[in-house]
Structures are given as structure tokens and as C-alpha cells.
């Protein structure tokens, strides 16, 4: 049986000239060999006693390699500020002027007033010192870096004093410990978890102290018999005080109509902070960039360190980044996806809701939808303590699963990514931009 079975596998040519016309060859002969091996492995080891699914198999291979690896998504999980999912949305506005810069050469690293060699990060320096007040600023590929790059510019070799309540793990395994550690600063931890006094760095502080570091717990936060000390009271030691600010937020988006006491770039240096950073692609609404601002003699060396170079900011997100400032700059705040999302009022995600039921419904009569009241996040590590009313289209198949159900939605062009509550798929409306929602009933129709 299994002799039999294996010489019935066709050659890859002969499966080749079935589909060379309708995919390019390039990705047709790679899946075929894939699915040809996968197959005659199955056949060996006793899993497999017929072929009658071959040519999906290998259909289905093909489809699968024709889409590139980096794909856009529907985002119905209500995390707004998303990490596996790219964080945050950039303006339409903001897209179409990095497509404009992408495609073309561009004043990158050339001065044009000058018609000589210029600096990229300066291209939007001036944007930063507008907005929050800094003397200067420089920006980096992401806020790991920039973390990085301040403390092996000012604390090499140095000690850097730390509440042990702030020495915070963020995604990806990344700890302030770690990075400290690699940028030759030495650690020195002060106070307990739940509670650090001011005393606390007093103490710790001696000839060899080159920094003093607070760390926003912007992921998580402590309730109850706790204690820290704030960013501004580090100030009257006399000595360099660097704000790891996390989650970039660049004005007070309380005036937003955010409930938030997450600090900002501007209040920061306001308060007289030395050295600010945090991320562009949180809320800020930007792309992913570290952003360092503060005194102007802090700020020259990290700018001449020569790891600088190595963590420098691309010509996309510098496009990028600098025309979402320019949103900031002119006060078109409801232009950035992640502000629009945020301040969404209930009653609006209840009408977006019952249009996506409804045109499921008219969609698929088979299938079970209804209207759910649930909760969103801002997620991406930043506000963590809010909690969003929302509403979300809960999905239900007679035949199918929740997990089955996600597996399928996962599958479609583009993948429809949602949530499972208590064995439902849900739909969170909040995430789901306005183009998309007429596009789900269409997708799901054809899965389904």
C-alpha cells in the first residue's frame, strides 16, 4: 500500500505546468516540493492511505507563499494600541507622505540651505523643542535604544540609582537590569518594591553617582500600602535626572477627554527634568522611534556617541515621525487613529456595533450574531488601568468552534483578528476602522 501510494506521487514538473499560469513559477514550485515532501513523509510513517486532497493541499501551499509575509489585518481585538499588531495606526495623512519620501530620493542627510552634508535627526529636532519646551532632542530606531544610548553616553563605568519598585521588564524580555547592565552603568537599587523615599537615593548617592534614573511603570501599576518618589523631587540632589518616561505620550491627553495620569513630554521638562525619553508608536500616535529630549549639554554627547549610528533612525519613520509632529504642531489631534479610538463615545461604538451585526446578518442568515457590552484596552503597555466600555458583534457558528472560528478568520485576505470571551468570538467595534467594517460581511460570507 504505502510502495503503491508513493509511486503515485506525480513528478513537480508535471504538477508545475497545472499552475504556472495561474501563479508565478517562482512560489508554485516551492510549495509543490513542500507539499510533495510533507506528503511522502505521511505516507512512510502510516498517516496517510490516499491523495484525493493533493492538489488542494498543494492550492492552498501556493496561495499561502503568493502573499507576501508582512500583511495588513483587521484588528477587532479593542487593544488599541496593539503590540503584536504594529501598536499604533499612522494617519492616512501621515502614509501617504512616507509613500512620497519612499519612493523617491529625498534631503535625508543633505542640508539644503547649505548644499552640503546635513543631519537626519535634526529634520525633526525643531518639531520636538516646539512642542514640549526641551533645549534639545535626538531620536533613535526605538525607546530600547534610547534607553541604551543615555546611559552608556553618561553613566559608562558610572553608577545609576534606581528604585527597585521601577526596575520593570516591557515585551520582548527587555529589563531595565539587562540593559543597564550592557550599557556598562552600574545598578544601584533603592527603597523596596512597593515603597521608595526620597531618603532612599540620598543615601545611595556618593562620588561616583553619574545619574539619577526614574522608570514609569507604564505597563502595570501598584495599589494600596505603596510609595514612590516623583520624577521632579530627584532634583533637588543637584545631580543629572533621567525620566524613562515609556510611553511617549507627547501633550496631556486629558484635554482629550482621556482619563489618564500617564506623564508627558511637555510637563516633564516643565517640571525641569534633565533628560526625557519614551516611544513614538504608543501614544504618541507615531511610528516606532526613541525619542530623547531635554538639556542641550545632555543631549550633544548621546548625539556624537558613535553607537548612535548604529540605532539610528530610517528615511521611513523619520517621514513618518515627522509628519505626525506636524498633526501636534497644527492641533489636529482627532487625525491620529489612536486618539480617535480612544475617546470613542458608547453610544457611537453601539451604532458602529449594530451596522456590522446587521450586515453580517444580511450577509450570513445562518449564522448567529447579537451585541455584546464588554470592555477595550489602550494596551501597548501604556494605561494600563483603563478600561473602555465598548461594544462588540459576537459571532456564533452551529457547527464551528470559537477557536475554529478564529482559526478561519485568521485565514481570510486580510485576516480579521478578534477576541474569545467565554467561548465566543467576539468583534470589538472600537479597533475596527470605517472601510473595514463594510469589508467583514464580504469575508466572512466567503469563509463561512
Not at 553618561?154 to 524580555?173: D, P, Q
Not at 534614573?213 to 518618589?229: A, I
Not at 482621556?258 to 513630554?265: C, G, L, V
Not at 458583534?393 to 457547527?399: E, G, L, R, T
Request: hydrophobic content about 40%; overall charge positive; some cysteine.
Amino acid at each position: 500500500m504505502k510502495e503503491d501510494l508513493l509511486r503515485s506521487l506525480p513528478q513537480v514538473s508535471k504538477l508545475l505546468e497545472l499552475y504556472k499560469d495561474k501563479y508565478p513559477e517562482v512560489y508554485a514550485k516551492r510549495a509543490i516540493k513542500e507539499v510533495l515532501e510533507r506528503v511522502r513523509q505521511e505516507i512512510k510513517e502510516g498517516k496517510r492511505n490516499s491523495l484525493e486532497d493533493l492538489h488542494t493541499l498543494v492550492e492552498e501551499s501556493i496561495k499561502r507563499r503568493v502573499q507576501t509575509q508582512l500583511r495588513r489585518v483587521i484588528n477587532a481585538t479593542g487593544v488599541v494600541i496593539n503590540t503584536n499588531l504594529g501598536r499604533s495606526p499612522l494617519a492616512e495623512e501621515v502614509g501617504q507622505f512616507v509613500k512620497h519620501i519612499a519612493t523617491g530620493y529625498s534631503n535625508l542627510e543633505y542640508d539644503l540651505e547649505e548644499g552640503k552634508r546635513g543631519s537626519r535627526s535634526k529634520l525633526v529636532e525643531d518639531y520636538l523643542i516646539h512642542l514640549t519646551g526641551c533645549e534639545s532632542a535626538f531620536v533613535v530606531n526605538n525607546n530600547a535604544s534610547a534607553v541604551f544610548l543615555v546611559l552608556n553616553t553618561l553613566a559608562s563605568g558610572k553608577e545609576v540609582v534606581v528604585s527597585r519598585g521601577e526596575l520593570v521588564e516591557i515585551g520582548g524580555s527587555f529589563r531595565i537590569p539587562d540593559i543597564m547592565r550592557a550599557s556598562g552603568a552600574k545598578l544601584i537599587e533603592v527603597g523596596t518594591t512597593n515603597k521608595t523615599k526620597l531618603k532612599d537615593y540620598q543615601i545611595a548617592i556618593n562620588q561616583n553617582t553619574a545619574l539619577l534614573m526614574k522608570v514609569h511603570r507604564s505597563n502595570f501599576y501598584m495599589e494600596g500600602f505603596v510609595e514612590e518618589v516623583k520624577p521632579e523631587e530627584l532634583l533637588t540632589f543637584g545631580l543629572p535626572v533621567y525620566y524613562d518616561a515609556g510611553s511617549g505620550m507627547l501633550i496631556d491627553i486629558k484635554k482629550l477627554g482621556i482619563n489618564s495620569q500617564e506623564p508627558d513630554f511637555k510637563s516633564s521638562i516643565q517640571k525641569g527634568i534633565h533628560i526625557v525619553s519614551g516611544s513614538a508608536d504608543k501614544l504618541l500616535g507615531g511610528p516606532q522611534a526613541g525619542i530623547i529630549i531635554g538639556k542641550k549639554d545632555l543631549i550633544e554627547p548621546i548625539r556624537k556617541n558613535p553607537l548612535s549610528r548604529i540605532v539610528r533612525i530610517d528615511k521611513m519613520t523619520l517621514a513618518a515621525l515627522e509628519m505626525t509632529l506636524r498633526l501636534y504642531l497644527e492641533e489636529r489631534y482627532w487625525d491620529i487613529p489612536i486618539f480617535k479610538m480612544l475617546t470613542y463615545k458608547a453610544s457611537e461604538l453601539k451604532r458602529r456595533a449594530l451596522r456590522l451585526l446587521r450586515a453580517i446578518k444580511k450577509a450570513l442568515p445562518e449564522v448567529e450574531v447579537y451585541l455584546v457590552k464588554d470592555f477595550s484596552k489602550c494596551g501597548g503597555g501604556s494605561l494600563p488601568e483603563l478600561s473602555l466600555e465598548t461594544y462588540c458583534v459576537a459571532v456564533i457558528h452551529k457547527k464551528l468552534t470559537a477557536q475554529e472560528l478564529d482559526r478561519i478568520l485568521r485565514s481570510l485576505d486580510p485576516p480579521i483578528i478578534g477576541r474569545i470571551k467565554e467561548d465566543q468570538l467576539l468583534l470589538d467595534v472600537r479597533t475596527i476602522l470605517d472601510e473595514e467594517l463594510k469589508m467583514i460581511p464580504s469575508l466572512l460570507a466567503k469563509a463561512l
